[in-house]
């Protein structure tokens, strides 16, 4: 997928997919809006007001303001001047791939002493299928130290990372279908 080779020597590898009730352009705008106080991360609202309760819950609708991402665009991923994703690639309708160093406090990165770091991209593909109907994976790769950090991560982003990122692809799924209960095949 793309950003495999951002990451050489990755820590984890996740992906997951849904088939979904909706071309490919009926998805990719929701895809265009991602982001903290933008159209959000499309997980369920109560991921967004436990872990996230400063952020504006997920669009319902699309909004105003935003044409479309391009490659170097910041997308915002926490409060102002904390965490975010550059984008890296950017296909229509077919790919956007996220990347970022950004998600750890920036004195852990600069403190000599401990030097940590988080090295990750999200990777969000679209293929089309017969019958207006989508294959959308999602995965994310991430280069995590020192030894310290990465069992945290391990142990506690991965196992949060299969709820939200099986949320969110729903969350896509319902806001890109119409007609559908879940929209998720």
Same mark, same amino acid.
């Given at each position: 997928m793309?950003?495999?080779?951002a990451?050489? @020597?990755p820590?984890l590898i996740?992906? @997951?997919?849904?088939t979904?009730d909706?071309?490919p352009? %009926? ?7 991602v982001? $903290? @106080?933008q159209?959000g ?5 109560w991921v967004?007001r436990?872990l996230?309760? &400063?952020?504006?819950p997920?669009?319902?609708h ?5 044409p ?18 550059v984008?890296?690639?950017?296909v229509p309708a077919?790919i956007?791939?996220l990347h970022? #160093?950004? @998600?750890?406090?920036?004195? $852990?990165?600069d403190?000599p002493?401990i030097r &940590? $770091?988080?090295d ?8 089309p ?8 994976r999602f995965?994310?790769?991430?280069d995590?130290g020192p030894? $310290?950090l990465?069992a945290?991560y ?5 196992? %949060?990372d299969f709820?939200?990122? #099986?949320g969110?692809l729903?969350?896509i799924a319902?806001r890109a279908?119409?007609?559908t209960?879940?929209?998720?095949g």
């Open positions: 793309a950003g495999d080779a990451i050489e @020597h820590a996740t992906t @997951h997919a849904a979904i909706a071309p352009e %009926a998805i990719w705008p929701w895809m265009m809006q982001g $903290w @106080h159209g991360w499309y997980t369920p609202q967004d436990l996230f309760p &400063a952020n504006w997920s669009a319902d699309l909004l105003e303001g935003y479309g991402l391009q490659i170097g665009d910041q997308v915002p991923d926490g409060p102002p001047d904390t965490a975010y994703f984008v890296e690639e950017v077919r956007l791939l970022s #160093r950004t @998600h750890v406090p920036p004195a $852990w990165r403190d002493r &940590a $770091w988080i990750w991209t999200w990777s969000f593909e679209l293929t299928l017969d019958g207006d109907r989508t294959r959308m995965r994310t790769r991430a995590v030894c $310290w990465k945290a391990l142990t506690l982003i991965v196992p %949060a709820y939200m990122s #099986r969110m729903r969350g319902a279908t119409t007609g209960r879940s929209g998720v």
